[in-house]
Nanobody, 122 residues
């Protein structure tokens, strides 16, 4: 059973930056694909970014089109932590951000963090 704890949310101005962290415990971190999702008020939860890990190819990443070039997902397997660096923030990035983990070959949905609020003011 994997436990995920997010931190780093808060209030930022448009154009500013925030860095989210997600600390994982209870599993073999390097074997999990890690991701970030977000849910704005009145909207469904949406995928933001994911990162897998292979000792041969390193971390392979995927992003929501609207965050490409602004957000960067990374992971530190030694610290069992995944990060989301968010730059050039926009008001439409305002949402609760959730960390997620998925076993190799599985889709996200089994393991979620509690969420952290990100609010971007214009």
């Amino acid at each position: 059973q994997v436990q995920l704890v997010e931190s780093g949310g808060g209030l930022a101005q448009a154009g500013g930056s925030l860095r989210l962290s997600c600390a994982a415990s209870g599993g073999t971190f390097s074997s999990y694909r890690m991701g970030w999702f977000r849910q704005a008020p009145g909207k469904e939860r949406e995928f933001v970014a994911s990162i897998s890990w292979s000792r041969w190819s390193g971390g392979n990443t995927n992003y929501l089109d609207s965050v490409k070039g602004r957000f960067t997902i990374s992971r530190d397997n030694a610290k069992n932590t995944v990060y989301l660096q968010m730059n050039s923030l926009k008001p439409e990035d305002t949402a609760v951000y959730y960390c997620a983990a998925a076993r190799s070959g599985s889709t996200f949905g089994d393991y979620w963090g509690q969420g952290t609020q990100v609010t971007v003011s214009s």
